[in-house]
């Protein structure tokens, strides 16, 4: 069984442009979570789908960015346009039920200039 | 708010040491706890939980036990391994409180460093 995927594994940005995260959960995970974490601080959580619905999307911290799920599949998230604080490592993570054990990806990181 | 603290790294032992990462949380109403390990070039993987007051978790030669009267769950291992080499991280949830999320509450991350 394949493990939840991220893609791209690095991204490097100049301030200002735009950036599009991908995250491919677990087959048949209905949930599906965002966390990034940012200069070796404490991993936080952005949002929580459960299939294409926002269950909780508390921890955005901001309009620029913008997440998708697709038909319930994989997710995006987006951000526009990417500021110098942006930059940090953000995993996906993906779980079956509401309080089953959460799978995270590899991480993308991203760096901002 | 709901939050977690635990050590600071990074942690460097010799292969074989005894190894404890403190862990102690804040949290309204009754978490379940967490142990991540991020290992070099990885994701983060689960590496024990435990879901109630005394309960005690353990993988792989690691354990930790829920004490709710310290609010503390500390890891520990015997003896470690050089290939135990990684990022620990301490988390919490309180999805089995009947909340809305699932979401997981990080510490900061300890950095462990095993030389032969």
């Known amino acids: 069984e394949a493990g939840v995927t991220q893609f791209p594994s690095h991204s490097v940005i100049e301030k200002g442009q735009t950036v599009t995260l991908r995250c491919d959960p677990i087959s048949g995970h209905d949930n599906l979570y965002w966390y990034r974490r940012v200069m070796g601080k404490e991993i936080k959580f952005l949002l929580h789908?459960?299939?294409?619905?926002?269950?909780?999307e508390s921890g955005m911290p901001n309009n620029r960015f913008l997440a998708e799920r697709t038909g319930g599949t994989y997710s995006t998230l987006k951000v526009q346009p990417a500021e110098l604080e942006d930059s940090g490592v953000y995993f996906c993570?993906?779980?079956?039920?509401?309080?089953?054990?959460?799978?995270f990806g590899p991480g993308t990181r991203l760096l901002v200039l | 708010g709901d939050s977690v603290t635990q050590m600071e790294g990074p942690v460097t032992l010799s292969e074989e040491a005894f190894l404890t990462i403190n862990c102690t949380y804040t949290?309204?109403?009754?978490?379940?706890l967490f142990w991540y390990v991020q290992y070099p070039g990885e994701g983060l993987q689960l590496l024990l939980k435990?879901?109630?007051?005394?309960d005690k978790g353990s993988n792989k030669g690691f354990e930790a036990t829920y004490r709710k009267e310290t609010t503390s769950f500390h890891l520990e291992k015997g003896s470690v391994q050089v290939s135990d080499s990684a990022v620990y991280f301490c988390?919490?949830?309180?999805?089995?409180?009947?909340?809305?999320?699932?979401?997981?509450?990080f510490g900061t991350g300890t950095l462990l460093a095993v030389q032969p």
């Open positions: 435990a879901t109630k007051a005394d």
């Open positions: 789908f459960v299939k294409e619905s926002k269950q909780d």
């Open positions: 949290a309204t109403g009754y978490p379940s």
């Open positions: 993570a993906s779980s079956q039920g509401f309080v089953e054990t959460q799978y």
């Open positions: 988390a919490l949830t309180l999805s089995n409180y009947g909340g809305a999320t699932n979401k997981l509450i």
